[in-house]
């Protein structure tokens, strides 16, 4: 099965994706990585429109930056999204939901994968939300 044009996050409280939803003008995707801060908005048909990426001093400012940029969002509820390829580079960092199908396994096998950058989660088959780290 090729890769899907919008490609389903499946939200999970406490866990790696519990900063993904809907708000008013479209669905979000926010985490935290090394010292950066981000928020990446999408309209509500999932193309990518923005991303917001905040460098912070210290590790354990992350989190409380990551909710600022998460509850500044007018609108804002926690659920799935469903959300297209995109790429993006800030303050170095590669921000992206990229196609990276090839041969997976070692074996000369080809799995269609996608994976989300900086988290390192990626998606596949049977393309339900879920993920793999």
Do not use: K
């Amino acid at each position: 099965m090729p890769v899907p044009a919008l490609i389903p996050i499946v939200y999970e409280p406490d866990y790696r994706t519990d900063r993904i939803g809907r708000y008013n003008d479209g669905q979000f995707y926010a985490n935290g990585w090394d010292h950066h801060a981000y928020v990446h908005l999408f309209s509500h048909d999932g193309v990518h429109r923005e991303s917001r990426v905040v460098r912070v001093q210290h590790r354990d400012e992350l989190i409380q930056q990551v909710d600022e940029l998460v509850n500044a969002l007018p609108g804002r509820v926690y659920g799935d999204i469903a959300i297209q390829l995109f790429r993006t580079e800030a303050d170095g960092v590669l921000f992206a939901l990229m196609d990276v199908s090839g041969d997976r396994a070692g074996d000369g096998g080809h799995i269609e994968w996608v994976e989300l950058y900086p988290d390192r989660l990626g998606f596949d088959e049977p393309w339900d939300g879920t993920y793999s780290t």
